[in-house]
T-cell receptor, first 115, second 119 residues
Framework: AQTVTQSQPEMSVQEAETVTLSCTYD???????LFWYKQPPSRQMILVIR??????QNATENRFSVNFQKAAKSFSLKISDSQLGDAAMYFC????????????FGTGTRLQVFP | GAVVSQHPSWVICKSGTSVKIECRSL??????MFWYRQFPKQSLMLMAT?????????EQGVEKDKFLINHASLTLSTLTVTSAHPEDSSFYIC???????????????FGPGTRLTVL
């Protein structure tokens, strides 16, 4: 079965520092999409950043950027200048093989931000 | 824009009863909605895909007779948990896609979730 793996159940970072969350995935597709979602204590899923696999350039959204390594099937999220409001569960997700309508999620990384 | 709501936000019911959860796209038309289930401290698992005007498609292992899905309009999908049991207690999340807006076809907008507790 297709999987998305997040090997870090928990991470912590000092406010204003930088943290990187890891994600690896498997797929037989050449064209697919990858996402990072944030789930704060409210449980509302929020899209942080998305990457289209056919684009070589790494996606960036303000303080959030990704390191997309297609050959290695790696998709890490870097959060710069961490803020207290960044504390949440972060889920990596990939579109499913044969059906880009559907998403497969990793198990999540809980990020704590310390003042 | 692209707001999805769910109602109720939480519900407690007795074992054997049925519970209906609504998912609404507030400012766009959603031809496709998705229903997920999330157990505590676990990931989201897709249960079914709901298409407006047609039958839902269920993921392997999900009982379609237990989790009834109706997508009667372009802004509303409902999930009914029939004859609920304690093992059905979970967090249920819906998401929706907005195909008409020109946004990326793959982007899903999530509702805030519904916590179901079956006693």
């Amino acid at each position: 079965a297709q999987t998305v793996t997040q090997s870090q159940p928990e991470m912590s970072v000092q406010e204003a520092e930088t943290v990187t969350l890891s994600c690896t995935y498997d797929t037989s597709e050449s064209d697919y999409y990858l996402f990072w979602y944030k789930q704060p204590p409210s449980r509302q899923m929020i899209l942080v950043i998305r990457q289209e696999a056919y684009k070589q350039q790494n996606a960036t959204e303000n303080r959030f950027s990704v390191n997309f390594q297609k050959a290695a099937k790696s998709f890490s999220l870097k959060i710069s200048d961490s803020q207290l409001g960044d504390a949440a569960m972060y889920f990596c997700a990939s579109t499913r093989e044969g059906n880009t309508d559907k998403l497969i999620f990793g198990t999540g990384t809980r990020l704590q931000v310390f003042p | 824009g692209a707001v999805v709501s769910q109602h109720p936000s939480w519900v407690i019911c007795k074992s054997g009863t049925s519970v209906k959860i609504e998912c609404r796209s507030l400012d766009f038309q959603a031809t496709t909605m998705f229903w997920y289930r999330q157990f505590p401290k676990q990931s989201l698992m897709l249960m079914a895909t709901s298409n407006e005007g047609s039958k839902a498609t269920y993921e392997q292992g999900v009982e379609k007779d237990k989790f009834l899905i109706n997508h009667a309009s372009l802004t509303l999908s409902t999930l009914t948990v029939t004859s609920a049991h304690p093992e059905d207690s979970s967090f249920y999340i819906c998401s929706a896609r907005d195909l008409a807006s020109g946004r990326a076809l793959d982007e899903q907008f999530f509702g805030p979730g519904t916590r179901l507790t079956v006693l």
